[in-house]
């Protein structure tokens, strides 16, 4: 059974930083690109960052300069650090991947870690 657990969220004032982290556990063969998306109450959610496993990244513009996504391919982990925090930040933060298993490749989503930036 393969599971995304996020963790790391948290309350900040403006300004400061967190680090949200992503292990995947399981039977796990590979996984391509790990992403991270938010969902603010009210509003859609929205890609933030993505990593492929080379290292390729991607980031919203909302969030470029300020943002920073990594991961450990040995510890199956991706971690979005998170720098000059603004309320509009302020989210339930997911992370998704594909995974490839022994049998098949599907799509996970851990169960969200909430963000919290207060003005």
């Known amino acids: 059974q393969v599971q995304l657990v996020e963790s790391g969220g948290g309350l900040v004032q403006a300004g400061g930083s967190l680090r949200v982290s992503c292990a995947a556990s399981?039977?796990?063969?590979?996984?391509?690109?790990m992403t991270w998306y938010r969902q603010a109450p009210g509003k859609q959610r929205e890609l933030v960052a993505a990593?492929?496993?080379?290292?390729?990244?991607n980031y919203a513009d909302s969030v470029k300069g300020r943002f920073t996504i990594s991961r450990d391919n040995a510890k199956n982990t991706v971690y979005l650090q998170m720098n000059s925090l603004k309320p509009e930040d302020t989210a339930v933060y997911y992370c998704y991947a594909r995974i490839a298993t022994m049998k098949r490749v599907d799509d996970y989503w851990g169960q969200g870690t909430q963000v919290t930036v207060s003005s």
């Open positions: 990593i492929t496993s080379g290292g390729n990244t």
């Open positions: 399981g039977s796990i063969r590979s996984i391509a690109t």
